[in-house]
């Protein structure tokens, strides 16, 4: 079944705003007949009035076709909430700063889960001029090896993809505080926060 407006939600959204059927008809152009038909059931508004009513609802089209409200929750960039997808087809790498839904090669992604560095996957952060050198003692082979290394800091995030046979390292330019991720194909993603340190040493 389609989702299209549903009786409930012309109603919730109605009493929200304190507006009496009559109100809403008339901020629409129908008959508050009309009004009463939609919220029991017995009618359902013309699309051509989709727009008019999520206006006079106070919502947006999408909320109103879905019933649910949904508010800009304007996803800051706490690095520890950032999402990693890997297609496990392809090897394609989407990252979203909360979550989401992302498909690739006709495969529904679910976000990686993060997990603290165990014996085989130590990651190394090391200092070298204004760069992070990253360094990971892992292997690098076709069937087992670190997909990239990423940095996410609050205003933004930098990832390196990996290869197999290549080194297990990468730089970054030292920026915000932020986390270090490392994705390996075989046994999924680590974190280690960046270490503590100063970007503009006093002289
Ligand atoms: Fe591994």
């Known amino acids: ?96 700063f909360g979550e989401g839904a992302f498909s690739c090669c006709g495969v529904n992604l679910v976000p990686l889960e993060a997990e603290e560095p165990d014996g085989e996957h130590c990651i190394k952060v090391e200092r070298v001029e204004d760069e992070w050198y990253v360094t990971l003692d892992h292997p690098m082979t076709k069937d087992h090896f670190l997909t990239f290394f990423a940095y996410v800091a609050p205003d933004g995030v930098t990832i390196k993809k990996l290869y197999p046979e290549q080194e297990a390292g990468a730089r970054f330019r030292i920026g915000m505080s932020g986390v270090i991720y490392a994705c390996c194909n075989r046994h999924g993603l680590f974190r280690v926060p960046t270490p503590k340190h100063v970007l503009h040493a006093r002289p």
């Open 1 to 96: 079944m389609g989702t299209y407006i549903t009786a409930d939600t012309i109603k919730v959204l109605r009493e929200k705003r304190a507006l009496t059927q009559r109100a809403l008809a008339e901020a629409v152009g129908v008959t508050d007949k009309a009004v009463s038909k939609w919220e029991s059931g017995r009618g359902l508004p013309d699309i051509s009035l989709v727009e008019p009513l999520a206006a006079a609802l106070g919502v947006s089209v999408a909320e109103l076709l879905t019933g649910e409200v949904r508010r800009n929750a304007n996803r800051a960039g706490n690095p520890l909430r950032a999402k990693f997808y890997v297609c496990p087809i392809c090897g394609n790498v989407v990252y979203a």
